[in-house]
Every structure is written in structure tokens, then in C-alpha cells.
């Protein structure tokens, strides 16, 4: 009997970690593997995570050749031998009965000596000018038992393959196109192939630069339309202004307000409107004052916020100066006359009995007078929501006609969105939400979501009337307004960002509100999250890893000293792990804040980027060390320009002292940071500092063990046997010692804080940033499924080298990280999976479905049924 051989081939595996690790298991099995992107026809097996449109796989699936998954090897190492593949074989359901699983069906046709291949009896010609791209489906049909012919006038070729199915190859023999290959092998839904099996950097820039302008109409196509225009009152508005006012005598109107007649005088202004019509600023003027002192019946107040409708309905404010003028005459406070902004604020605040008004009321709110504020705010409301959609269809208008930038912006501040009554506005917010928390009130919810839509719409309108003038512009005015409203949120539990936070209508605001927040707190609790631009790729490598270490902080008081309350710098990121805040005499070495001991330029940098403390923790000068760890604001998780802490540096000189200390005395440590891979505990190994390796392993436990490197290598790997002995004896005694005295506690309010505000984080990114999901693509040949392919296939950074919009570069390298969301989420802490909050199971609900997008952008539907539990990190490959 002859022995079988195993002789592997990969494809589609690009991590180094996993491709080592499946190497190493070949060879000691005593399997051998081939190298290269070419396919070798004396292979007996081929690794995929999953179907792909590359040349090994087609090939080896037209060969009959074993196609199994990864963990084939990896339970195969497990048990000491070779398994059978039958359950590791990787297929493709395809919808056509007569081939349910086309990969199996050819194997065991070929096993069976059925036939020799897929292309058996084929002679093919191949119609092609790249060369290249030309010998990749040579190979493939030749594997397949195909023979190529080079003679046109063959008259025994069976089969033409051309670019263009359309082109007269002289041939007496049927052409097709490329995507036939593959649409024989694996049925009739298999997508394009001939755009990915493509070797010419002439032919991919072009792919590329067809795939930006196809991407370009795809994202415009996904301008929504705007959710906060009130249809119901854009459908009664009149489309433009009268042509000239109509003059009306309103004398009968002034003679009634004299006599206290104040219910008939608004009986008769409500008889004279019609378009054109303004009623006397003055008579408007008084019945207000009289509202707003509640000395009315309830008829009035329903009557006079009719009238108001009314006259807005008939003059429309936008594109008129003269009905602004109006409005903003009328509506304001008659006995302040402070303005419209003073007059929504102050409303807003005799409904909530807050002291901060422009004056006081005579007494306590009635409920029909607090029904009429909050009417009266909804009117403000409905004013601007008109000139959004005025604004949004291109209708002329301009500051001066306009109510709402008249109300929020002076001519100073209209290019800042946090113009000082904006952030008022934002304070007032969350001031209501506050006093609101524990209320069941209706008409102060009902307050609260009218002030969270004036926001949004104060904040649409900025924004759309700025988007295309300066990007740039945008984004800062969006940024400072969100840092405002996380210093305000400061002060707040937990439980108030729940409801503060996923109230919010604008999906830009939320996003990044959101973003500003988990920042804040994160710097407050020491959680380093960088300071990049906000990209998906952030959210899921840096926000969520965040989430574990905030919730395995130790509490106030617990083991040494909390210095991670130190306040957010607005607009900046801020690494506060250090000993700041703690006493000079608590830090043993320490000789207190002597100007003599302090070295000077302490926070200068030099040519390579670091900071004196690099400098100390170089020459293990640590009585240095400690005096500049009690300086308030130090940082010892800072870097230099190559990305090195002060850990690192001691660790790679074996400044054992100094690591000692910093371990000691600086409890928010980054002990897992990695510059190209080399963690601190990588560091000291590779330089032979052993003491210092103990230190790390004894004070962090085996999570450093499990760091590995650009080269994919552990700690473990970097040492000889002996040595990975004692390693491993010094990681358990720190996990013991961890799980001993470990203090570190949940706080269940801030853990649900947290997971709400990265669940609307990522929810808003996705809605916001447009990052495409399965159902907006239906044809593989759609900008998504391409965009797709090409990614796989290459980086982002080659295939948008030549794109010049910004917007589609961050789209593919949103794409990208998607495609790869396997391979960037990290395991989530089992303090975190097992908390059964309520925010924190949508949290991890949402990581799930997001993954799931993975597949469904680039596979097949009939084939999603295959990867259930199999959520691939890459797809398509050229090797």
C-alpha cells in the first residue's frame, strides 16, 4: 500500500502569526509545504480560510485536490498525526442541484478516476495580451486536465476565452468569457473573476481608477434625505412670499386690549390673516406679555400659538428679511427684550424652576402656562425646521433671512458652530435631561426632545451650509462643539449619559459626542486610546479594547495611589499614568519638588523625540526617577518619535531599578504597548535582562506571554527551552498573586455608560461614514462587492494611491478594516462578556452583527449559508 503524502500549499492567509503557525505544525507532522503564488500540481492539499477567486484555489478545485481549513492542521498537531480532511473540507453550496457542493463533487469524481480534472476533453485558447495574466488560467486549466493550444487554426479546440466575448476569434469553436472558469467549477452564481485574477499594474491602476468613479456615484446615491423637516408642516407652507403686503386695519384690535378683551382681540387677528398680512409687532407684543404673565384663560394660550402657525404659514420666514425682522421682534421676552434666544431659554427654565432667568415670574408655573411654553418652543422649533429644508432644496436666502442664524450666530461667530449661544443651547440640554433623569413627567419629556431637536437642527444647518465650502472647517466646528458637551457631561453620573447620549437626532452630533465623551473618560481612568482621527479601524482595535481595561480598574483607594482622575485636556488626548497628586514623601528616593532635584526642560524634547524620563530610565537613575514622577501632569506611558516609552527604554538598557520603580508606584502602567510588534517584555529578552523579565511576568501575570511580535514570535519564542520553563513558573505567580489580592471590581453604571456610548459610537460611524453593508450591494459587479475584491486582493493605501477624494479613501480603508474585523477585535475580558447589563449585550449584539457583514459584502448570498460560524478575515487573493 503506498503511503499517503501531504504536500501543502496556502492561500489567502496573510497573517504571519497564523501562517507560522501553520508551518511549523506541517513539518512536524513531516508534511512538506511549496512555497510561492504559482500552483504546483504535485500539491496534495490546499489551506483557505474560504473560497477565492485565486489561482491556487481554482486550480486545486479543478485538480480534485484537498481544499481544507486551517484548523485541519492545527487539530491535527493537536492529536500527534495526520486526520481525516472530511470534516475540515472547505466547500461552496452552490444553488444548482446537480452540483450541492461542487469542490467535494470534483474530488471525488477525480479519486474515483471519473476523470482527471474539471476541463477533461477541453483544448482551449486563451485570446489575451497580458502575458502574465495569460499563464495564471493556463495553469488553471491545465490542472484541470485542459490542453492549451497556441494554433488558431486548430480545428479541435473546444473552448475560447477572451477578455470580450464579443471579439471574432476565427475559430470555429464557441467563445466565453473568463468568468466561465469559475462558473463552471462552482455554478452559475459564482462572481466576477476575470477583474481579480489580474497581474498587469497597468491593467489594476486602471481597475482602480474606474473603481473611484464608480464609487463616487455610489456614495452620492446615499445622501438620505433630511429626517428632521416636519413634512406635515412643509406640505401647508406656501412655496414663496407675496408680492407686495396687503394693508389691513387692526385699530378694533389695540381698542379690545385696552379693555382687557384679550381672548376677542386674538378672535379678530385671527379673522384678517391671509398672505401678506403682518400683524401689528406691537399688538403681538402685548398678548404675549399677558400669555407669559399667565393672566389668560387656557383658551387664549391654544389661540395665540394658532395665530403664530398661521402667520408663518402664510409668510414664510426664509428668504424674507422683512418677516425676520418681524419674528424676531415678537418673539421675545416683552419685558426684557433680550431676543429670541433669551426668550426660548428663559421658557425653558420657568418650566424646570431654575432661578436663572432674566426675571422672575409673579408665581409658580400653572400646567396650562407650562403647556404654553413648551407650545411656544415647539413653534421656534417648526420656524427652524423650515429654513433647514429651505436651505436643503437651494431656495435664495441668507443670514439675513434667516431666524434661526439670526438667533444662534452674530456676524462674528458664523463661521464657528459653538458660537457662545450654541453652547448655551447645549448647556440648557443638559440641565433639562438632568432635571428630567428621574421625572415621568409628559411635558417634560416632551420639553427635552424639543430642545434635542433644535440642537440637532441648529447644528444640520451649520453644517450643511458649510459642508461645501470648507471640510476642514467642518469637522473643527464639530469637534469643538462635542468637546464642550463632554466638559458639561463631566459632572454627571453614568445613568445620565444613557439617556443624554442615544437621545440625540443628528447622527453626526451623536458620533461625535460619543467619540468626545469615551475620550474624556478613558483619559480620566488612565486608558490610553491615541489621538488619530476617528476611523473605524480605531473604534474596533483601540475603543473596545479600552471598555476591558476601563471596567478592571481598581477603585478609588484600592492599592495605591489614583492618580487617572486628572481632567481631560479639551481638545487633546491625555496619558495620565502617573504618580502626580501623590506626596513626595510617599515615594521612597523621593527628596520632595526641589528645584535641585528636578531636572530642567522636563517636558523638552530632543532630536529623537524624548522626554527627560527616557533619558533617566536609559541610565537607571532612579532616586531622578522618582522626584520627576511626583511632578504633577508626568507622564510615563509618553513616547517618543519612534514610538518608545520610558518602560521600554529601561527594559532594552536593563535599567532594572527604574523599571522596579515605575512598576511600584505607577499603578495605570502600559505594560502591553508594542512598537512594530516588540512589547517591553520582548524587549528585555532579546537584550538578556532576565531580572527584568521576572519583574514584568510577576507584577502582569501570562497576558505579556501572549504579545507577539512583528514575526508573529511570543515571548515564549524568543528564549531557549530552559528559560521558557522559568518564564512560564514566574507568569503563574503573578497571576496568583493577581487573582489573590486582585481588588479590581466592575462598576456595573460606568461599564453600562461606557458600552452605551461606544454602541452609539459605532452605530452612528456606520450610519454617518457610510460604510456599506451586504444589502446595498445586489450585483457582484456593484462598487461594494468590486471594492471588495480589490481589497483582498491589495491595501488599501495601493488601491486609492491615485484617488484624490478623501471620502473614498477613508471608505476603502473602513472597507478594509471591516473585511478584516476578525482579525482587529479583541477578546473582550470575561468581566465584560459576563456582565448581563443591558447596554452591554446590545454592545456585544452589535460587535456580532457587525462581524457578520464581513462575509455577506463579497461572498456569494447562496454561499453565506456555508460560513454560518466561519466569519473569514480576508477573501479574495491573487496567491
Not at 418652543?377 to 436643503?392: G, K, N
Not at 514575526?711 to 497571576?735: C, F, I, M, N, Y
Amino acid at each position: 500500500m503506498v503511503e499517503k503524502t501531504f504536500t501543502f500549499q496556502i492561500t489567502g492567509i496573510k497573517n504571519p502569526q497564523i501562517k507560522g503557525k501553520l508551518l511549523r505544525g506541517i513539518h512536524k507532522l513531516g508534511g512538506s509545504y511549496i512555497g510561492g503564488s504559482i500552483y504546483k500540481g504535485r500539491a496534495t492539499h490546499l489551506i483557505a480560510h474560504c473560497t477565492l477567486a485565486s489561482e491556487k484555489f481554482l486550480a486545486a478545485c479543478a485538480g480534485g485536490k484537498w481544499i481544507v481549513t486551517p484548523q485541519y492542521v492545527i487539530d491535527s498537531v493537536r492529536n500527534g498525526k495526520w486526520l481525516p480532511e472530511v470534516a475540515y473540507e472547505l466547500d461552496f453550496i452552490s444553488q444548482a442541484p446537480e452540483a450541492t457542493r461542487p469542490i467535494r463533487m470534483w474530488r471525488t469524481r477525480v479519486a474515483s478516476g471519473t476523470v482527471s480534472g474539471a476541463f477533461q476533453g477541453w483544448r482551449a485558447v486563451l485570446l489575451m495580451d497580458d502575458r502574465k495574466r495569460r499563464e495564471i488560467f493556463e495553469r488553471i486549466l491545465m490542472a484541470g486536465g485542459a490542453r492549451i493550444s497556441s494554433c488558431a487554426s486548430d480545428q479541435s479546440v473546444t473552448h475560447v476565452f477572451t477578455g470580450n466575448i464579443n471579439t471574432d476569434s476565427k475559430i470555429g469553436a464557441p467563445c466565453y468569457s473568463l468568468d466561465y472558469i469559475a462558473q463552471h467549477l462552482l455554478g452559475s452564481s459564482w462572481p466576477v473573476i476575470s477583474e481579480v485574477l489580474s497581474s498587469s499594474p497597468v491593467d489594476n491602476t486602471q481597475l482602480f481608477s474606474e473603481l473611484e468613479i464608480q464609487l463616487k456615484d455610489y456614495v452620492s446615491k446615499l445622501v438620505l434625505p433630511e429626517r428632521l423637516v416636519s413634512i406635515d408642516y412643509v406640505s401647508h407652507a406656501t412655496t414663496g412670499h407675496p408680492s407686495q403686503s396687503s394693508v389691513v386695519d387692526f385699530s378694533n384690535v389695540h381698542s379690545l386690549i385696552e379693555c382687557g378683551l384679550l381672548t376677542e382681540a386674538l378672535e379678530e387677528i385671527q379673522g384678517m390673516l391671509h398672505p401678506g398680512v403682518l400683524p401689528s409687532p406691537q399688538y403681538m407684543c402685548s398678548l404675549m406679555h399677558h400669555a407669559l404673565q399667565g393672566e389668560v384663560k387656557p383658551y387664549f394660550f391654544s389661540t395665540f400659538i394658532n395665530i403664530l402657525h398661521n402667520i408663518l404659514r402664510n409668510n414664510p420666514t426664509w428668504g424674507s428679511p422683512t418677516v425676520v425682522k418681524y419674528f424676531l421682534h415678537i418673539l421675545q421676552c416683552p419685558q426684557c427684550k433680550g431676543g429670541t434666544w433669551a426668550l426660548l431659554e428663559t421658557s425653558v427654565r420657568w418650566c424646570v424652576s431654575s432661578g436663572e432667568c432674566c426675571h422672575l415670574l409673579p408665581g409658580s408655573p400653572s400646567p396650562e402656562l407650562i403647556r404654553f411654553l413648551c407650545d411656544l418652543q415647539a413653534f421656534l422649533l417648526t420656524i427652524f425646521r423650515h429654513e433647514l429644508f429651505a436651505s436643503s432644496k437651494g431656495q435664495s436666502g441668507g443670514s439675513r433671512s434667516s431666524v434661526l442664524v439670526r438667533t444662534f450666530w452674530n456676524i462674528w461667530q458664523r463661521s464657528t458652530l459653538g458660537s457662545r449661544t450654541v453652547q448655551q443651547l447645549a448647556g440648557l440640554l443638559i440641565h433639562t435631561t438632568s432635571c428630567a433623569l428621574s421625572s415621568a413627567e409628559d411635558w417634560k419629556q416632551r420639553l427635552l426632545c424639543t430642545l434635542h431637536d433644535t440642537l440637532a437642527v441648529v447644528v444640520e444647518y451649520w453644517c450643511q451650509e458649510h459642508s461645501k465650502l470648507n471640510k476642514s472647517l467642518l469637522d473643527k466646528g464639530m469637534e469643538d462643539l462635542a468637546e464642550h458637551i463632554s466638559i458639561l457631561c463631566q459632572d454627571h453620573p453614568p445613568e445620565f449619559l444613557l439617556e443624554f447620549v442615544p437621545n440625540m437626532p443628528s447622527l453626526r452630533l451623536k458620533m461625535v459626542t460619543a467619540d468626545s465623551i469615551y475620550r474624556c473618560m478613558c483619559c480620566r481612568n488612565g486608558v490610553s486610546v491615541g489621538t488619530e482621527p476617528l476611523t473605524l479601524r480605531k473604534i474596533v482595535s483601540s475603543y473596545l479594547p479600552a471598555l476591558g481595561r476601563l471596567c478592571e480598574r481598581k477603585p478609588a483607594g484600592a492599592g495605591g495611589p489614583r492618580v487617572a482622575g486628572t481632567p481631560a485636556r479639551p481638545g487633546g488626548e491625555l496619558h495620565t499614568a502617573s504618580c502626580a497628586g501623590v506626596a513626595p514623601a510617599t515615594l521612597p528616593g523621593a527628596s520632595g519638588l526641589d528645584k535641585k532635584t528636578v531636572p530642567k526642560g522636563l517636558h523638552r524634547v530632543n532630536a529623537a523625540g524624548e522626554l527627560p524620563i527616557h533619558r533617566i530610565c536609559k541610565r537607571n537613575q532612579v532616586e531622578m526617577l522618582l522626584n520627576v514622577l511626583s511632578v504633577p501632569g508626568t507622564d510615563v506611558n509618553v513616547k517618543d518619535y519612534a514610538g518608545w516609552t520610558p518602560l521600554h527604554e529601561a527594559c532594552n538598557h536593563g535599567s532594572s531599578a527604574c523599571v522596579q520603580a515605575l512598576l511600584q508606584h505607577c499603578p495605570n502602567l502600559h505594560l502591553d504597548v508594542q512598537v512594530g510588534g516588540v512589547s517591553p517584555l520582548h524587549d528585555a529578552l532579546l537584550n538578556g535582562h532576565v531580572d527584568i523579565a521576572k519583574m514584568l511576568l510577576q507584577y502582569a501575570g501570562s497576558p505579556l506571554l501572549e504579545l507577539r511580535d512583528g514575526q508573529g514570535r511570543t515571548p515564549l519564542d524568543v528564549v531557549s527551552p530552559a528559560l521558557q520553563k522559568e518564564l512560564g513558573r514566574w507568569a503563574q505567580e503573578g497571576d496568583s498573586a493577581r487573582d489573590a489580592q486582585d481588588v479590581r471590581t466592575i462598576d456595573p453604571p460606568l461599564l453600562e455608560a461606557c458600552s452605551c456610548l461606544l454602541r452609539c459610537l459605532l452605530l452612528s460611524y456606520v450610519l454617518v461614514r457610510n460604510v456599506p453593508s451586504y444589502e446595498a450591494s445586489a450585483s457582484p459587479r456593484d462598487a461594494v462587492p468590486r471594492l471588495s475584491r480589490a481589497l483582498a486582493a491589495h491595501s488599501a493605501r495601493r488601491v486609492t494611491a491615485a484617488w484624490g477624494d478623501p471620502l473614498l479613501v477613508r471608505l476603502a480603508e473602513d472597507l478594509e478594516t471591516l473585511l478584516g474585523l476578525r482579525r482587529h477585535l479583541p477578546i473582550m475580558p470575561g468581566v465584560v462578556t459576563q456582565f448581563q447589563g443591558t447596554q452591554t449585550r446590545l454592545l456585544l449584539l452589535q460587535e456580532k452583527q457587525l462581524t457578520s457583514k464581513c462575509i455577506h459584502l463579497y461572498v456569494p448570498p447562496i454561499a453565506i449559508s456555508c460560513y454560518r460560524d466561519k466569519i473569514p478575515s480576508q477573501y479574495w487573493f491573487t496567491c
